[in-house]
């Protein structure tokens, strides 16, 4: 057990398997090795299988504004919001991020633009991490591709931030298969412990630092004239 305290801490994991409850999913299955992990130390932990619910497409906080009937995503956006941790996590579809995962990177970018409470960008200061899951190649890609994205948009990314399982490439079992191989991984369950625990570091040390220093950073401030240091290149 560690000697740190990380029950005051929150984290959100999201699936973006393809399939609806109750059908298993693979993502879940490793999911609940890092999950497990944070609830051992009191961490308050929340997993949303994003195709469960009814989130409308788009780029903007409430898509009902923007032409669709419904949009789930401004309730679930409360959970975010809450959240010290965001984990991003899903399958390989030809070799790239299934649409589901797509969809939740593009409801984030569309908070993006809102102020947390000291004016920074409102992701300021989450910590994101990403898990992986397939039977063909793409676990760095998909990756690269989310911890790329949530730190474009505010959040803080430890080291070894990501983690995932591929079976053999083409088709072949999956990481709850029996006799995959994939709970039993020494790597997978390395990298997956890894991330989790660099994920609750930093969240530790940005909560108790206050988060991510203002100066420098502020939207408004800049909008209105403040500079932070910044000066024009003088042309001859």
């Given amino acids: 057990m560690s000697p740190t305290d990380y029950s005051d801490l929150s984290a959100v994991y999201f699936n973006g398997t393809l399939k609806k409850s109750p059908e298993r999913s693979?993502?879940?299955?490793?999911?609940?090795?890092?999950?497990?992990?944070?609830?051992?130390q009191?961490?308050?932990?929340?997993?949303?299988?994003?195709?469960?619910?009814?989130?409308?497409?788009?780029?903007?906080?409430?898509m009902t504004e923007h032409g669709w009937d419904t949009d789930a995503w401004p309730g679930i956006y409360e959970h975010v919001k809450a959240a010290d941790i965001v984990v991003v996590a899903g399958p390989i579809w030809l070799g790239d991020n299934s649409s589901q995962?797509?969809?939740?990177?593009?409801?984030?970018?569309?908070?993006?633009?809102d102020l947390n409470g000291k004016g920074q960008w409102a992701f300021y200061p989450k910590v994101g991490g990403c898990l992986i899951t397939g039977n063909e190649d793409g676990i760095k890609h998909c990756a690269m591709n989310v911890l790329?994205?949530?730190?474009?948009?505010?959040?803080?990314?430890?080291?070894?931030?990501?983690?995932?399982?591929?079976?053999p490439v083409g088709p072949g079992p999956s990481y709850l298969d029996e006799g995959s191989g994939g709970p039993e991984s020494d790597f997978t369950n390395r990298n997956t412990t890894?991330?989790?625990?660099?994920?609750?570091?930093?969240?530790?040390?940005?909560?108790?630092?206050?988060?991510?220093?203002?100066?420098g950073n502020l939207p408004e401030?800049?909008?209105?004239?403040?500079r932070f240091d910044f000066e024009n290149p003088e042309y001859r």
């Fill in 148 to 167: 790329y994205s949530l730190q474009h948009v505010g959040f803080t990314i430890p080291p070894q931030a990501d983690a995932g399982w591929i079976g």
């Fill in 221 to 226: 401030e800049w909008k209105a004239g403040t």
């Fill in 42 to 62: 009191g961490v308050s932990t929340r997993l949303f299988r994003t195709v469960d619910h009814d989130i409308a497409p788009g780029v903007y906080p409430d």
């Fill in 101 to 113: 995962t797509k969809k939740l990177i593009e409801r984030l970018y569309a908070q993006s633009g």
């Fill in 26 to 40: 693979n993502t879940d299955g490793l999911i609940r090795v890092s999950r497990r992990i944070m609830e051992k």
């Fill in 194 to 215: 890894f991330m989790t625990w660099n994920l609750l570091h930093l969240a530790r040390l940005l909560k108790d630092a206050g988060g991510i220093p203002a100066y």
